[in-house]
């Protein structure tokens, strides 16, 4: 498993670091929508073989479901589309940390490549609070890439927040 940060990325990785911040882009815009209905700004994608075949924004209001955070819905999206449970040929791209519950559904669909924005240091599971970045159960060689479009996303949560309180 591997843990990177945005400034990882060496001379003749650019172009990884441009394709990991226009795919964060699209999942920005997915936060954006559920932002519009009253759900907490955070987006989440799923892309096959170059191919985003699932979206989905955090619906916790709307379905009045605690589980239903945006890596939840666009997992079971994925597989539902997909047909079969296991993702391992597939990317996660999130506007933010995933959560512990989170992690343990990208562990159990085997995801290998997993892209978030902004870090969670209350609810974050990958890094921030429970760590599960190095959890035995991770796929092997399983690629985490972390800070990608931080600020912005940072800024979504933070704005929303904000006009709450």
Same mark, same amino acid.
């Given at each position: 498993?591997f ?5 990882c990325?060496a001379k003749?990785?650019?172009h990884?670091?441009?394709? &990991?911040?226009?795919m964060m882009e699209?999942a ?7 932002e ?10 799923v892309v096959?073989?170059?191919e985003?075949? =699932?979206r989905a924004h ?7 479901d605690p589980? =239903?955070h945006? %890596?939840m819905?666009?997992? /079971?999206?994925a597989?539902?589309k997909?047909?079969?449970?296991r &993702?391992?040929?597939?990317? $996660?791209?999130v506007t933010?940390e995933p959560c512990v519950?989170?992690?343990g559904a ?6 290998p490549?997993?892209?978030y924005?902004?870090?969670e240091?209350k609810?974050g599971?990958v890094e921030?609070t429970?760590? $599960?970045?190095?959890?035995?159960? &991770?796929p092997k @060689?399983? %690629?985490?890439y972390?800070?990608?479009?931080? @600020?912005?996303? %940072?800024a $979504?949560l ?6 709450k /309180?």
């Open positions: 498993m843990l990177w940060q945005l400034d990325f003749g990785g650019s990884i670091k441009k394709n &990991l911040q226009e699209q920005i815009i997915i936060a954006k929508q559920g519009a209905k009253g759900e907490v700004p955070i987006g989440a994608l096959c073989q170059g985003v075949i =699932a955090n619906q916790k209001e709307t379905l009045a589980t =239903a945006a %890596e819905l666009v997992i /079971r999206e597989a539902k997909l047909g079969r449970w &993702l391992d040929d597939c990317q $996660l791209f933010a519950m989170c992690m990208i562990i159990q669909a085997r995801i490549f997993l892209v924005g902004a870090t240091k609810f599971g921030s429970a760590y $599960l970045c190095q959890h035995p159960m &991770l @060689q399983m %690629e985490i972390a800070g990608i479009c931080e @600020q912005q996303c %940072e $979504l933070k704005n929303f927040f904000s006009s /309180r």
